[in-house]
């Protein structure tokens, strides 16, 4: 059972920064791709921030500068740095994982996490 654990949200002010980590735990052959979404109410969910199949990274235009993500891949862990967070980053922020399970030679895409509450308000 594969499961992404989401860990560091919560309420800050404007200016402000919080750090977000997943944990993805369970019988795993290989994380390809991992990073994270958001979804304000009444928007699409979209892309924040991830490691791509290829390592590289991609954000979202509007964090770009203010949000880092990391990653630990012995531990099959991305954290995600956000600084100077501003109220149009309030949102549930989700995991995404792109995997391959032990034992599967099938790829995987839709692993996510529980999500967690981000809100950005003075």
């Known amino acids: 059972q594969v499961q992404l654990v989401e860990s560091g949200g919560g309420l800050v002010q404007p200016g402000g920064s919080l750090r977000l980590s997943c944990a993805a735990s369970?019988?795993?052959?290989?994380?390809?791709?991992m990073g994270w979404y958001r979804q304000a109410p009444g928007k699409q969910r979209e892309l924040v921030a991830a490691?791509?199949?290829?390592?590289?990274?991609n954000y979202a235009d509007s964090v770009k500068g203010r949000f880092t993500i990391s990653r630990d891949n012995a531990k099959n862990t991305v954290h995600m740095q956000m600084n100077n967070l501003k109220p149009e980053d309030t949102a549930v922020y989700y995991c995404?994982?792109?995997?391959?399970?032990?034992?599967?030679?099938?790829?995987?895409?839709?692993?996510w996490g529980q999500g967690t509450q981000v809100t950005v308000s003075s």
């Open positions: 490691f791509t199949s290829g390592g590289n990274t």
């Open positions: 995404n994982a792109d995997l391959v399970r032990a034992g599967s030679l099938i790829r995987e895409y839709d692993y």
């Open positions: 369970g019988s795993i052959s290989t994380v390809i791709a």
